[in-house]
């Protein structure tokens, strides 16, 4: 592991030399087109003024934990000279739930080291745009955080650094840590990771149904006495809640090779499996058992209500509910045909590859963010189970251990750069099924045949 007091030592000798210079950074967007902002730190610190180098900017081709300058990251980041003392040495990008936490190691940080950390809450990830964008914007961070969902396009860009966590990898859970690999290379430092799970009404429901057929029937009979309207309530077009239903019923959405990678030319959505939950869709819609929601606020509050008696939702659902007071219970999604599984929802840090100091980031990262103190921390101001495992291991609220995402219950997205587009395709043939009542398979077949003209290989 890096030793930080060496670094810092360089880094500010170097200071001496260079003076100062100009942050760039990684993904950005105009200032139309961004939330506001608030920085956590001395605004005039955040972004230091574009001043020329007194010596030309260096060119750096390998990074920390990359020394193979064949990497399929495609990166042409200029490195700039390390910051003068009174310049920001590293800006990260978070969002609001971690932003007082990581103020507060940032002060640390620069009274032992005089380094200054610069934190920024923002309100949003990258958008869609964004992520095919081919150049690195600049007035960017040089670490971030975002779902791992977002790495494999952001490495085809050349827009990250890889990782070495080196003794500290031991300590994150091994699915979080896969779901940042991209070619076997690691771009992320997990911090939390979870899976969707079923809530219902503890009122109505005395025990959560075992299959989607017996959630079917149970909901049939509660609209019968009237004790709801509707059975279940979904969002419309998110694919992560169908997943469960379409992998209970034998399908999938991409297959995989003789080695397990993801096989992009084997699109599952129109095979047998994925048409009988598309089915069982119908099923639902036509008995009149299944409500849409636009979107999370909707479910919410038709579970409030009480129209709805179950939903599929996450942590900060869950999370939402007791806030409210309102009744509820926590189950394992239902099965059919097969097990059901879930997806793998991850976030974690980022290094840009335009990163002033990548070396300096990746320290920050691995001795200071990623230790019991902080991950702790991390956990109890952003309650969605934690990617590092002393934080898990020490979980005592029995409900959350539905939405940990176990081995062999978790499956991680497929790490492909087109996944964004892969999603769209998704979500809007899951809106004319669940939303407009549309027949899922025409719906699904389209979106076949979308998923394959649309899919890169990794």
């Known amino acids: 592991m890096l030793n930080l007091r060496w670094i810092v030592g360089g880094f500010i000798v170097a200071a001496l030399f260079v003076g100062s210079t100009t942050l760039t950074a990684c993904f950005g967007s105009s200032d139309a087109d961004e939330p506001e ?224 990678n993801v096989d992009v030319e084997n699109v599952g959505l129109d095979g047998t499996g994925a048409l009988a939950a598309g089915a069982w869709l119908d099923a639902m819609n036509q008995a009149g058992l299944l409500l849409a929601a636009v979107d999370a606020d909707g479910m919410y509050a038709a579970f409030e209500s009480g129209t709805a008696a179950m939903m599929i939702g996450n942590v900060e659902m869950m999370e939402r509910l007791r806030a409210a007071n309102v009744a509820y219970a926590v189950a394992a999604l239902p099965n059919e045909v097969e097990e059901s599984r879930a997806l793998l929802s991850a976030r974690g840090f980022l290094i840009s590859a335009n990163s002033r100091d990548p070396e300096l980031a990746q320290t920050f990262l691995t001795e200071f963010v990623a230790t019991p103190e902080i991950m702790q921390a991390i956990f109890a101001a952003d309650p969605r189970p934690s990617a590092y495992l002393p934080a898990l291991d020490a979980v005592q609220d029995n409900e959350l251990f539905a939405f940990i995402p176990a081995d062999g219950y978790a499956e991680i997205a497929p790490i492909i750069p087109s996944l964004s587009q892969v999603w769209a395709i998704w979500a809007t043939a899951l809106e004319q099924v669940i939303g407009q009542g549309e027949p899922a398979d025409a719906a699904f077949a389209q979106a076949a045949e979308q998923m394959r003209a649309a899919v890169t290989k990794p």
Do not use: C
């Not at 739930?97 to 009274?111: C, R, V, Y």
């Not at 509707?230 to 959405?253: E, N, S």
């Open 37 to 260: 902002e608030a920085a956590l730190d001395a605004p005039a610190e955040d972004t230091p003024p574009n001043v020329t180098p007194t010596v030309p900017p260096t060119v750096e081709t390998t990074s920390a934990g990359n020394s193979d300058p064949s990497s399929s990251a495609k990166s042409t980041a200029v490195h700039k000279p390390p910051p003068s003392a009174d310049e920001t040495a590293l800006t990260v990008w978070v969002d609001a739930a971690l932003a007082t936490i990581l103020q507060e190691l940032a002060a640390s940080f620069e009274l032992e080291y005089g380094l200054k950390i610069a934190v920024v809450a923002k309100e949003s990830l990258p958008s869609a745009d964004e992520l095919s964008a081919s150049e690195l914007p600049e007035d960017g961070p040089d670490i971030f955080v975002d779902f791992y969902t977002d790495v494999a396009q952001m490495v085809a860009n050349g827009w990250l650094h890889e990782l070495t966590l080196g003794d500290r990898i031991a300590e994150i859970a091994p699915n979080a840590l896969d779901a940042f690999r991209v070619e076997g290379k690691l771009y992320g430092l997990p911090y939390s990771a979870e899976v969707v799970a079923l809530i219902y009404n503890p009122n109505v429901i005395a025990q959560a149904p075992a299959t989607w057929s017996e959630l079917q029937a149970m909901s049939a009979d509660l609209q019968a006495s009237g004790a709801t309207e509707y059975g279940l309530v979904m969002q419309r077009d998110d694919p992560a809640q169908f997943y469960p239903i379409l992998t209970a019923f034998g399908g999938f959405l991409f297959g995989a090779d003789a080695e397990g």
